[in-house]
């Protein structure tokens, strides 16, 4: 277990190695970081550290968080995190969080959310056939039976329906840190991570 970092993406661009090979990588803007809070298991069961990112004004927080910030001396941050640490004696209240905590070639797992897609049908929901195009078939994209008759006379949960696609959750594992920019706190990511430009993410160390 081990340190992470909030920050935004910037969007995805295409550098050149020595070979002259073009590698796809997105920038990620991150940090700085302040620490917030230590939890340990002697007071809180499980040993962490929360971090906050992003100043705000004090109107667009609201009194519990501020409240909570105001108490170990820091400022409004739109954002709080908690990362399970092993040795959270290692680190300290207010203490700044920025990329030296990663290096060129080092693993990472990026954490966002993905683009929403709105309401989306089967076909490209679940991957679902379509019916016949032609001899009359009013059949193309509908979904088709999605039950049993009087027995059980309901629709299991669960069933694969047209619905709202995308905005959830996603974790992109292994990606590898290309080149880090520390006077513009810029991460270069090889590949794609959650989210269109300007989405918060999360980065911490590959599990595996």
């Known amino acids: 277990m081990s340190l992470g970092i909030l920050g935004n993406k910037v969007g995805m661009t295409r550098i050149f190695d020595d070979n002259g090979d073009a590698i796809p990588v997105t920038a990620i803007r991150v940090g700085p970081c302040v620490i917030t809070q230590i939890k340990t298991e002697a007071t809180d069961g499980y040993n962490a550290v929360q971090l906050g990112y992003s100043e705000i004004s004090l109107k ?24 399970k640490v092993s040795s959270p004696d290692e680190f300290s209240i ?25 309401f989306i049908g089967l076909q490209k929901r679940h991957n679902f056939s379509r019916g016949p195009m032609t001899h009359g078939s009013k059949n193309h994209r509908a979904p088709g039976s999605i039950g049993m008759g009087t027995t059980p006379g309901r629709v299991y949960r669960g069933k694969k329906m047209a619905g709202h696609m995308g905005n959830q959750k996603v974790t992109v594992t292994n990606l590898e840190i290309i080149r880090i920019e520390a006077d513009k706190n810029i991460l270069l990511v090889k590949g794609a991570v959650p989210g269109k430009p300007g989405n918060l993410v999360s980065l911490r160390s590959a599990l595996n």
């Open 60 to 83: 667009a927080i609201n009194r519990p968080e501020l409240g909570h910030l105001v108490k170990v001396g820091l400022p409004p941050l739109k954002y709080l995190q908690e990362y």
């Open 94 to 118: 207010a203490q700044v969080i920025n990329t030296d905590i990663f290096q060129e070639g080092q693993k990472v797992d990026v954490t966002g959310k993905s683009i929403g897609k709105g």
